[in-house]
């Protein structure tokens, strides 16, 4: 059977054409990524954006017939708007439907940047400017500063993917600041994760991006070493002693 080291089932929102593209560039041998999409969410009002914690009980649903290792809520703006109360309960609710543990894009964002000792990051997202004022918020309640955010400024979901990544590297170098100690790209539909490297050798601190994040944690909860070597520094530290791979071998091949 695929996925006899692992099984990830994704959830994205149902315009995201980025995500599950990136997931499947970073998943290794023996790792498998099943995809149900969540109702909603083209313009990312602050309705829509509450309307797909609904949506995406029977996204779970559909994805918990795979038998998942863990469970990808792959939107950014969709887990933090109101807060980290709420994007916890979207972790229980999911993980109670699916019967597998979940992370989130906004939880695994707070939680690479404070594994990394992180406490002033600037940001770039292509939202507008109350989502944008929500991100920095949910960073605030962990005890991490925005320095500066860059926004493409853009409420169409659908048409963040239309960035190009020379553009994304571009205006992180614009906004970088000496102050930050590192850089998120937030929005899993931004195409981050192929400038992520050339990012962190030319700005020598650590660039991370909403979709390689949210691998980083899916990696982590399912004890998997993917062996990327080239997606950034956050998934090569999967390869530390003793961060992942203790549950390696857990499936048998069928």
């Given at each position: 059977m695929y996925g006899w080291r692992g099984r990830i089932g994704l959830l994205v929102p149902s315009i995201n054409t980025t995500m599950e593209t990136e997931f499947w560039r970073i998943a290794p041998e023996?790792?498998?990524?099943?995809t149900a999409r969540i109702a909603g969410g083209r313009h990312g009002t602050p309705e829509e954006l509450r309307g797909m914690e609904s949506a995406s009980r029977q996204a779970a649903a559909e994805v918990a017939m795979v038998e998942p290792?863990?469970?990808?809520?792959?939107?950014?703006?969709?887990?933090?708007?109101e807060g980290p109360d709420w994007n916890g309960r979207i972790c229980e609710a999911l993980t109670a439907i699916a019967k597998a543990?979940?992370?989130?894009?906004?939880?695994?964002?707070?939680?690479?940047?404070?594994?990394?000792g992180?406490?002033?990051?600037?940001?770039?997202?292509?939202?507008?400017?109350?989502?944008?004022?929500?991100l920095r918020q949910f960073l605030r309640t962990f005890g991490i500063e925005v320095a500066t955010l860059g926004t493409f400024d853009m409420l169409d979901m659908f048409d963040h993917a239309k960035i190009e990544p020379g553009e994304i590297y571009r205006k992180v170098k614009e906004i970088a600041t000496p102050k930050s100690e590192a850089v998120f790209v937030a929005c899993t539909q931004l195409r981050a994760l192929e400038v992520l490297d050339s990012l962190e050798r030319d700005l020598g601190k650590p660039v991370y991006s909403a979709v390689q994040a949210s691998?980083?944690?899916?990696?982590?909860?399912?004890?998997v070493d993917p062996r990327v070597a080239n997606c950034g520094s956050l998934l090569r530290k999967l390869s530390d002693p003793g961060v992942a791979g203790s549950r390696e071998g857990h499936r048998k091949s069928a």
């Open positions: 023996g790792v498998s990524v099943h290792d863990v469970v990808v809520y792959g939107c950014t703006s969709g887990s933090f708007f543990p979940t992370v989130t894009t906004a939880g695994a964002m707070a939680e690479c940047l404070l594994a990394g992180v406490k002033r990051v600037d940001v770039l997202t292509p939202y507008v400017e109350v989502t944008n004022e929500r691998a980083w944690a899916g990696y982590r909860a399912m004890g």
